[in-house]
């Protein structure tokens, strides 16, 4: 597999062997690959049965918690038949897992030793884990308001936490001048993070026999889920393993609003508290390429209140399943959406369910 960096915005290319997060002229990266075929490693039962479509040239510098391979489940929201992908269920609690995996062990395979990286938690909690893994210092930057659970788990894996006041904006805004000499693992700005995202794609073409869902539900904060689904479905479009992309939507705070405002050419609106931590964020750095892949799908962006939020919680827990907020954003879409008439009555249509709800928030 041939895999390259590319900026976004100048388009100067880099090889994968130089450890970079950005490129010299301040632009995205993103990662482009030819793949011709590939072949599932059926015995491992970890999202390194993909390993062929994944970065990594040295089998040995990977860093694995035997992450990936969630359960995909038939449940029943608002009298109709979907699937939730129980993504809470990785080693840390979080779907973070997948690119936190695939990055760190990209970063080993640099022979970096020390990492920095801003969360609302689970993210700074996957990337936490990996570098403990891996046997690289790795310092954490949140917002002062995260919550103690996610605070306590990071620190349990012997990162340094650096709180932050402010909201999720002034801490990606701290962490730049530690990224100045220090490698920035940052889910959000490194493409490598999105390689690992990706491979849930896979696991859904795979759990449905060979398809791709019709329609897929996404919470959407800086979009590292929803971007890495669309790399991961594009994959299988252009390996001609499927037919088409799924349709995507995408699902914001009514309190955070950046990628609907994009997506509908509204003003933004303020940001202000809500219930779902993990996707209030202002000022996502991929906002032009979120609302670009939902485009792509023809997909749409809609936004939940709080209070549908903690419903959507609730109607899962009825059901045995104990989420976060950020994940109950996906069954208030998924409601709204019913509402709305975008659900036709037999489609096929896949729930992630990103974090915990052991991680309270």
């Given amino acids: 597999m041939s895999t390259k960096f590319v900026c976004q915005e100048c388009h100067k290319e880099y090889s994968l062997d130089q450890p970079i997060w950005r490129c010299s002229c301040g632009g995205l990266l993103e990662l482009r690959s030819k793949v011709k075929k590939f072949r599932v490693v059926d015995e491992d039962r970890s999202l390194w049965r993909y390993r062929e479509l994944l970065p990594i040239k040295d089998q040995s510098a990977i860093v694995t918690l035997g992450e990936g391979m969630t359960p995909l489940l038939k449940q029943k929201l608002g009298g109709h038949q979907v699937y939730v992908k129980l993504e809470f269920l990785s080693p840390t609690g979080s779907y973070k897992d997948r690119g936190a995996a695939v990055m760190l062990s990209k970063i080993r395979e640099w022979g970096i030793k020390q990492i920095v990286e801003d969360s609302s938690g689970n993210a700074g909690a996957a990337i936490a884990a990996y570098a403990a893994a891996a046997g690289i210092e790795c310092e954490i930057y949140l917002p002062a308001e995260t919550s103690a659970g996610k605070i306590k788990q990071i620190r349990a894996y012997g990162s340094k936490v650096v709180k932050v006041s402010g909201n999720r904006d002034a801490t990606s805004s701290a962490v730049m001048e530690k990224a100045s000499s220090v490698y920035y693992a940052s889910h959000s700005w490194n493409p490598l993070f999105f390689e690992g995202t990706k491979t849930m794609a896979y696991e859904l073409w795979e759990q449905?026999?060979?398809?791709?869902?019709?329609?897929?539900i996404l919470p959407v904060g800086n979009g590292t889920m929803l971007l890495g689904a669309y790399l991961g479905f594009r994959d299988l479009l252009e390996l001609e393993m499927i037919p088409g992309l799924p349709r995507f939507i995408a699902i914001q705070s009514a309190h955070c609003t950046p990628v609907y405002a994009e997506f509908n050419s509204l003003p933004d609106k303020v940001v202000t508290p809500t219930v779902a931590e993990g996707i209030s964020v202002g000022n996502p750095v991929r906002k032009r390429d979120i609302v670009e892949a939902v485009r792509a799908t023809a997909g749409v962006v809609l936004t939940v209140g709080d209070e549908d939020v903690l419903h959507g919680v609730e109607e899962l827990a009825k059901q045995g399943i104990y989420v976060e907020p950020t994940s109950g954003t996906v069954a208030a879409g998924f409601y709204q959406a019913l509402r709305k008439g975008m659900i036709p009555a037999k489609?096929?249509?896949?729930?992630?369910?990103?974090?915990?709800?052991?991680k309270k928030g």
């Avoid at 449905?208 to 897929?216: A, N, T, V």
């Fill in 208 to 216: 449905l026999g060979g398809i791709s869902p019709e329609i897929i």
């Fill in 347 to 358: 489609a096929n249509v896949v729930l992630p369910l990103t974090g915990s709800g052991l």
